[in-house]
């Protein structure tokens, strides 16, 4: 008697964790289903909003646009004072209120890498004058994109980079910073 007692609780514990297992696994796809709902409806309001402000993109003030952009990065206002802008490479040097100087790239360290590594050719003219060929190897890049620049970063640098260096059509889409102490 004993043995069909245990027989039967045993089978019933198993039956209702059996039960809950599959309740539990039916809850974890419909939160599953409500979770991708909300990443669409979030990207889809992100568009909306995006396209209903990028009407109205305009940068008035270049060179503190580039200064929130330091502040991201360092955590309080640079400074900055723009003091070059280069076109081959493209740069924009600024001297920050500590006298650091930071330095606008589109080009990321990797490329600046190649670009060493060309300079004892053809670019070996271009080291004199230009600050992105004689960066320390040990230099921090911090990029900036449409991912931490804002949600209109994409929109905003080119006119920043026009309103800086006066030159127009420069489609950018990231850039990056570098500081040298």
Known sequence: MEIVLAIVVVSAVIFFGALLSLGNERQRRAIDELREQVVLWALQDLRIKREHLARDVRVEDPLGWFNRLASKVYGAGMYLRLVESFDDPQAVVCVSGADQRVIFSPLSPADLRALRQMRKGKLGQYANGNPLLSLPRNVDGHEFSSLNGGLLFDLE?????????????????????????
């Open 157 to 181: 640098l080119p006119l920043a980079w026009k309103g800086l260096t006066g030159r127009e059509g420069v489609q950018l889409e990231r850039l990056w910073m570098y500081v040298v102490e």
